[in-house]
C-alpha cells in the first residue's frame, strides 16, 4: 500500500467502526407488537392525526398573511400562473418542431413530385 493511500485512509488505529445493527424505521415499533390487528389500529390513529393537522400550505397562507396584504398574495399567485404559461409556450413550440420535422420526413426525398397532365 502506498503512503498516498494510507495517508487518505488514516492512522490504522482510528478506524471507524461500522454499525452491525439495524436502526429501527420511523414509525415502526421495535421488536414484537403483537397481531396486525394491533398495527391496523395504531396506523389508523396515525393517519387520523395527520389528517387533523394543518399542513404546510395552511400554515404557508397563515404566515404570508401575517407580514403581507392579500393583494401581494393575488400577485404571487398571478406570477405563478404566468410561469406556467411559459411553460406551456415552451412546450408547444417542442411540439410543433417535432410535427414539422415529422411531415418532412413523410415527404419524398428531393422534395419533387411528378404530375401528370391529362
Known amino acids: 500500500m502506498t503512503d498516498e493511500r494510507r495517508a ?3 492512522p490504522q488505529g482510528a478506524r471507524a467502526r461500522r454499525r452491525t445493527t439495524a436502526a429501527p424505521s420511523a414509525g ?3 421488536g414484537d407488537s403483537g397481531s396486525a ?3 391496523l ?3 389508523e390513529a396515525r393517519l387520523a392525526r395527520l389528517e ?3 399542513g404546510l400550505r395552511e400554515r404557508g397562507r397563515d404566515i404570508i398573511g401575517r407580514v ?3 393583494e401581494a398574495g393575488r400577485h404571487f399567485r398571478n406570477a ?3 410561469q406556467l404559461l411559459g411553460i ?3 412546450v408547444d413550440f417542442w411540439i410543433r418542431r417535432i410535427e414539422l420535422a415529422e411531415e418532412r420526413a413523410e415527404t419524398p426525398a428531393g422534395g419533387r413530385e411528378t404530375i401528370e397532365i391529362a
Request: aromatic residues 0%; neutral net charge.
Open 80 to 82: 405563478g400562473r404566468e
Open 28 to 30: 415502526l415499533p421495535i
Open 52 to 54: 387533523n393537522t394543518s
Open 8 to 10: 487518505a485512509r488514516g
Open 41 to 43: 389500529v395504531e396506523l
Open 68 to 70: 403581507a396584504p392579500p
Open 88 to 90: 406551456r409556450s415552451i
Open 37 to 39: 390487528d394491533e398495527r
